[in-house]
């Protein structure tokens, strides 16, 4: 099957750019013969990625292509892979896929913006500027041959060379935050876990060592083989049921056929790192997570809310800091985005990350910046008067005290 080439300026499925003229770019729509494994841009990914030493496991194409096997949502426009040759090797590459935003009415009018996201929320392979600029380029190109709205990359570090580079590169593209960054908290992990835990005084450890007696009769289970996966998946659904998450946001682990592939797909990459805690027979907590090239990603979590008081989550962020030392132990311990109090606790390094949308120039655009600014001042103001009355926390608490209450009999 022969793959299609989505860029109208580029006859013979490439484009050569006016830079060195060794180096040039393809962009290539991912179709049946990617699925399949036939397409040699497919092999040519692969390359990039496993030489990557940064590489997030997000980006390695099967990763990707069973994505794209289950999306739920209309593709609106189709999923594409750039890729950037010198001397007629693939050195880099970048995945952009379909991505809808909004439809839901709040303030004003309901927006439906179509456009991409950015997989892996980096480019791929060689990290030189002027290679990752022309990549830059192509896409700004992609935006405008297909119309779409935005290029998402979502939780992006404020500190990440990409953000730089996208603000001093030689494309078109305008960045925009739609909403504020966040805290985000990470562990560097010591070669020791008693360097680890010197990092706190002598009341909190104790405060620690206190919490986890509560539940010291729980066993941990490490998920990380495929033969785990289909058990797993249906011991976090249960306990998903039970937790806030579910009230608020729905549930959250579907225990499908596509959770089940794309796990197993991790564990056969040595790429799933998952924990259950049980109480005898009772799964009671949950973490998702996947680490690979030395960074352990904190994706998901959840704990029956009936054992609230006994800190399940705190006391399965201990117990897998202590796996983490005993088994493959990572670099990095990464918790995303957010200011929950036991990422503040155990995090040792702080940095802000949040969703940018790379934007085309024209009126489309701005209307688009103008639309979304003032929802978020609207959406601010309403939560500063409500905290400076004191009835944002009090708000909350009704709030999950109503959802309990719907849930029992």
Known sequence: MTDVQTAPTTPANSQ???????????????DESFHRHFAAHYWAWREVFEHDPHAKISQHPDFVLT????????????????????????????????????????????????GYRLAGNRLLGCSDERIQNRLLEEISQQLASTNADFLLIEDVQTDDPLLNLINKGSHDLQLFKPV????RHMIELPATLDEYWAKFNSATRG???????LLSHCRVERITRPFQVADFLANAQ??????WQNDLLGLRIQ????????????????????????????????????QYNGVFHYEEVGYNRDYAKKSPGQYLVIRMLEDMYEHERPVLCDFGGGHADYKRMFGTRVSE??????????????????????RLAVTQSIRQTLDKLGLLNRLRKLTRKGLKSKQQP
């Open 353 to 374: 990350s949040g969703n940018v949308w790379l934007l085309r120039p024209g009126l489309r655009s701005k209307m688009i910046m103008t639309y979304f600014n003032g």
């Open 67 to 114: 994505e794209l096997s289950f999306a739920r949502e209309p593709q609106h426009h189709p999923p594409v892979l750039i890729t950037c040759q010198e001397h007629s090797k693939t050195i880099s590459a970048a995945v952009l896929l379909p991505r809808s935003i909004g439809g839901e009415k709040k303030f004003g009018p309901a927006w439906h913006l179509k």
């Open 255 to 290: 225990n499908d056929e596509f959770e089940l592939q794309l796990f197993t797909f991790l564990a056969t990459q040595d790429a799933l790192r998952a924990y259950l805690v049980w109480d005898e027979n009772t799964p009671i907590s949950f973490c998702i997570g996947t």
């Open 238 to 243: 249960q306990i998903s049921k039970q937790t």
């Open 207 to 213: 405060k620690i060592k206190r919490k986890t007696r």
């Open 180 to 183: 504020p960054f966040q805290s």
């Open 16 to 30: 050569t750019c006016n830079e060195p003229a060794e180096l040039k770019v393809d962009v290539y729509t991912i």
